[in-house]
């Protein structure tokens, strides 16, 4: 794996503000890097540092090793941005608009018009190519957006908040886009839907306050919730009976909670200590006793409970 | 210098996409018109020259200009475009040449468009072709001068109106700067020489050599630098508020 994009202790300043605080990490070729955090958490300042829009206060971005502070105008090649909100020239058309990116972009002439065709299609602009870009739809929009960010197939993608504002069609096509694309790129995207990192991210990494709280993979984060390994379990029962304090007792479980009380069905919340797998005994005790299990499933953990006790944490 | 065409055309395709090219150029034609024959007594005179045409193209300027000017970078800011113009791979001299030329390549389409003038001073007498070129060749460059100073002021700001306003007021101090309502400003306190160096900072006084057919090289050179400063200016304090 190469490395694509490499953060060194980035800081900056706005006035008495720290927008970004020594913020370092890498991304890899293949990955796809959610970048997760409150509103004001630092994000777009990373991100817009990262493509050279804002230079760093302190600290440096290397862009497949180069240094872009030295290099500005090769690292700003080698990557395709797409700035929150997805602003656009709204008096040009898409088609026209997207001749302009590619131009600037250095695509050949003879090339352009196969980029334009592949782009267009990849996005589905067809329809709305030659309207002015200010008549189109806020998902239209953000399609011209992710158009000219991919339009020269840069090796490093950096996308504010890819899906904010469109529909659930739109936010399905926009994930199936980047993941058909994460094979050969570097993908740092931005959001603060969780299940946007679920779907597409190999990696998230949670900021708060300008600094970064949490670096893993989406599973590892989960695991870091006080429900991972958590046994949900509905039992039919007239009465609870004593069950909770049998389920209690069992190896390595940390508590029960009942959760509800409906048409004679009991259900549980076994959690876990330390979020050992704890599915085998609880079903084996339900085996030995003769409950009436109605349903039974495993919690992965939730992504917004580490999201809210790691952010939460830092405000504190 | 590719990227600097590229820029300029999509300026330029901005310019006509609006309804701006339109008015900005019949607006300078009537008016210029008007101005001449009006309040110029251009038959009255009964010189073939276009003296009077020309001795109006500052004050036309001085407000026409900041109309164009006021939305190359005020536009961008607001809109947050300047994000994606500055990301793509571009230095910000080209991106300040590249407005800046559209702009130019702007006024002087319109400037071209009063060939009308040229026509009927012709018909009507033997006018000095030489004299009336080096005036268009003045013309020109003093355009230039307001269309620097204008982006450079529109960099600044994310409110067009506000950069209108400031870009015309300093036009207004750069045409009037070898007059008493500016000179008088300066004179009692500042010393001598500061006094004769903004006195010599005149537009008029520039414009008038070359408007009379005085090809000066110093006058040439006192625009063209003057466009440089301006320009200069304009690149860095982008740099310095973009992200504001």
């Known amino acids: 794996m190469t490395t694509m994009v490499e953060v060194k202790q980035l800081t900056k300043r706005f006035k008495s503000i720290t927008a970004v605080n020594d913020i370092s990490f890498k991304v890899e070729r293949g990955e796809v890097l959610g970048f997760l955090g409150p509103n004001g958490a630092g994000k777009s300042t990373t991100m817009k540092m990262i493509t050279g829009f804002l230079s760093p206060d302190k600290g440096s971005v290397f862009i497949q090793g180069k240094d872009c502070d030295q290099h500005p105008i090769t690292a700003k090649r080698t990557i395709g941005y797409l700035p929150e909100g997805a602003p656009l020239y709204g008096d040009m058309t898409p088609r026209l608009f997207l001749e302009f990116v590619g131009k600037i972009r250095g695509i050949p002439n003879t090339e352009i018009d196969q980029r334009l ?18 008549t189109l739809s806020k998902g239209f ?29 739109q936010k399905h096509e926009v994930r199936n886009l980047i993941s058909d694309m994460a094979q050969q790129k570097a993908i740092i995207l931005s959001t603060h839907i969780l299940e946007e990192v679920d779907a597409v991210c190999t990696r998230a990494i949670i900021i708060a306050d300008g600094k970064v709280v949490a670096d893993g993979k989406p599973g590892e984060l989960q695991a870091q919730s006080p429900w991972h390994n958590a046994v949900v379990l509905s039992i ?4 609870e009976n004593g069950i909770s304090g049998t389920l209690a007792a069992l190896d390595n479980v940390e508590e029960v909670q009942p959760l509800s009380n409906q048409a004679g069905v009991i259900q549980f919340l076994v959690r876990p200590k330390d979020g050992t797998s704890i599915i085998e005994n609880v079903s084996a005790s339900a085996h030995q006793h003769g409950w009436l299990v109605e349903e039974m499933h495993v919690e992965q953990g939730r992504l917004d409970e580490v999201f809210r006790e790691v952010t939460n944490f830092q405000r504190s | 210098m590719a990227n600097v065409w590229t820029i300029c055309k999509r300026e330029l395709f901005s310019y006509f996409a609006t309804p701006i090219a339109y008015v900005f150029i019949i607006i300078f034609l009537s008016l210029s018109g008007i101005f001449t024959f009006y309040l110029g007594n251009f038959f009255e005179r009964g010189q073939a020259d276009l003296i009077t045409f020309f001795g109006f193209h500052p004050w036309l300027y001085l407000f026409l200009i900041p109309a164009l000017t006021m939305r190359l970078w005020a536009e961008e800011r607001k809109s947050g475009t300047i994000e994606l113009l500055l990301t793509l791979p571009i230095t910000m001299l080209q991106a300040v040449l590249g407005k800046f030329l559209a702009t130019w390549i702007f006024t002087s389409i319109a400037l071209a468009l009063t060939f009308p003038m040229w026509i ?41 109106v506000i950069a209108f306003v400031v870009s015309a007021a300093i036009c207004l101090v750069f045409i009037l700067s070898g007059f008493p309502m500016v000179l008088d400003f300066f004179t009692g306190w500042a010393p001598e020489f500061i006094v004769e160096v903004i006195s010599s900072f005149s537009f008029l006084t520039h ?5 009379k057919g005085v090809v000066d090289m110093r006058d040439i050179i006192f625009f063209v630098s003057l466009i440089a400063f301006w320009l200069f200016a304009n690149a860095v304090l982008i740099e310095i508020k973009k992200a504001d």
């Open chain 1, 117 to 134: 065709a592949d782009v267009i299609d990849k996005v589905n602009l067809e329809s709305v190519l030659d309207q002015s870009i200010d």
């Open chain 1, 141 to 169: 929009k953000r399609r011209v957006g992710l158009a000219q960010a991919i339009l020269h197939d840069p090796d490093v993608l950096i996308l504010d908040e890819p899906t904010d504002g469109l529909d659930p069609n």
């Open chain 1, 236 to 239: 039919r029962a007239a009465s």
């Open chain 2, 120 to 160: 009927t001073v012709n018909f009507l007498g033997n006018p000095d072709n030489g004299v009336i070129f080096a005036s268009y060749l003045g013309s020109l460059l003093m355009s230039g001068a307001f269309i620097a100073i204008g982006s450079c002021i529109s960099a600044l700001t994310k409110n067009q």
């Open chain 2, 207 to 211: 414009f008038e050599g070359l408007s």
